[in-house]
């Protein structure tokens, strides 16, 4: 006789992530040094501190926009579960292990975006965390977690799109060798994708419905 998981409330996963991810967040800001500014400093003092403040700061956009598409179908996608289970709270913890991992390469970034070893440890955390967010849908799909009434094909895309995201990824880990823009433009393309409509939207209504 198979062995039945004990369902878990999603409310539990859900809460305990947006936490986690808040703070990963904030982390993140904290990696841009503020220069010391007294009253005696020159408007060409306080633009050079500026620029030299320019690059971790675009280095924390692009992570803070990385780890709000991660959020956006993390949150979209506990949307569409019936439960969860002891197995899936495991899954959850690797995606948010990584994740917690991003603030140290988006420091180095934001020192060094040049060299391709801070690119290749950038392209690895991240393809980590695509890695770790797909077998989450693998193991919610083996398993029939997903409620009922989904339409399948809009599953099977935003599947896909994951499993690009995995492969782009792992090949930015090894093209800075060749040119740091290559990675870069990886990392910038996959969350500009993420904005495009194709994601699956289930209603709060719809969700509470199937769970009566």
């Not at 700061?57 to 926009?65: E, H, K």
């Not at 083996?142 to 409620?147: C, E, M, Q, V």
Request: net charge positive; proline share 4%; hydrophobic share 55%.
């Amino acid at each position: 006789m198979k062995h039945r998981q004990l369902s878990i409330p999603l409310s539990r996963i859900e809460a305990f992530s947006d936490g986690v991810i808040a703070i990963i967040i904030t982390l993140m800001i904290f990696q841009i040094k503020l220069p010391v500014i007294d009253k005696s400093a020159t408007s060409e003092f306080i633009m050079m501190q500026i620029y030299n403040m320019l690059q971790p700061f675009i280095a924390y956009v692009l992570s803070f926009v990385m780890v709000g598409v991660l959020w956006v179908n993390h949150h979209q996608f506990l949307r569409q579960l019936k439960h969860a289970d002891r197995h899936l709270l495991w899954y959850n913890l690797h995606l948010l292990f990584w994740m917690c991992i991003l603030p140290i390469p988006t420091n180095f970034l934001g020192q060094a975006y040049q060299q391709p070893d801070v690119i290749m440890l950038y392209g690895f955390v991240m393809f980590m965390c695509a890695l770790a967010f797909l077998l989450i849908r693998e193991y919610v799909d083996r398993h029939d977690l997903f409620i009922d009434g989904l339409n399948r094909e809009l599953r099977v895309a935003a599947r896909k799109k994951l499993i690009i995201s995995v492969i782009l990824y792992f090949i930015s880990i090894f093209a800075g060798f060749l040119s740091v823009y290559i990675s870069l433009g990886i990392f910038v393309l996959i969350p500009a994708a993420y904005f495009l409509p194709a994601n699956i939207i289930v209603s709060e209504k719809e969700h509470e419905k199937v769970n009566q």
